[in-house]
Nanobody, 120 residues
Framework: QVQLVESGGGLVQPGGSLRLSCAAS????????MGWYRQAPGKQRELVAT???????NYADSVKGRFTISRDNAKNTMYLQMNMLKPEDTAVYYC??????????????WGQGTLVTVSS
């Protein structure tokens, strides 16, 4: 079992920055790939960025060059640094973890989400 808790969301003006955090607990040594997803009002949940345990990152085209994903394995925490924010970035942002190994067949876990609102 893995528990994921996001924090750092809030209200920010266009062009501003926010840093999201995701703290993991439980069977943390089974976590392989982690990522950030978001869901805007009236839209499907979409991938924002992923990162492997070794630090290899991938980004959606819509955030490339503006967002940076990172993880500190010693602190069991993943981050999303968001710069040059746009109104279309407004969404609930979710932390996700995919496990290398599972004893009960469940290999993916989600946090509760944190709201990011970009508005003047």
């Amino acid at each position: 079992q893995v528990q994921l808790v996001e924090s750092g969301g809030g209200l920010v003006q266009p062009g501003g920055s926010l840093r999201l955090s995701c703290a993991a607990s439980g069977n943390i040594f089974s976590i392989n790939i982690m990522g950030w997803y978001r869901q805007a009002p009236g839209k499907q949940r979409e991938l924002v960025a992923t990162i492997t345990r070794g630090g290899d990152a991938n980004y959606a085209d819509s955030v490339k060059g503006r967002f940076t994903i990172s993880r500190d394995n010693a602190k069991n925490t993943m981050y999303l640094q968001m710069n040059m924010l746009k109104p279309e970035d407004t969404a609930v942002y979710y932390c996700h973890a995919f496990l290398t190994y599972s004893t009960d067949g469940r290999r993916d876990y989600w946090g509760q989400g944190t709201l990011v609102t970009v508005s003047s």
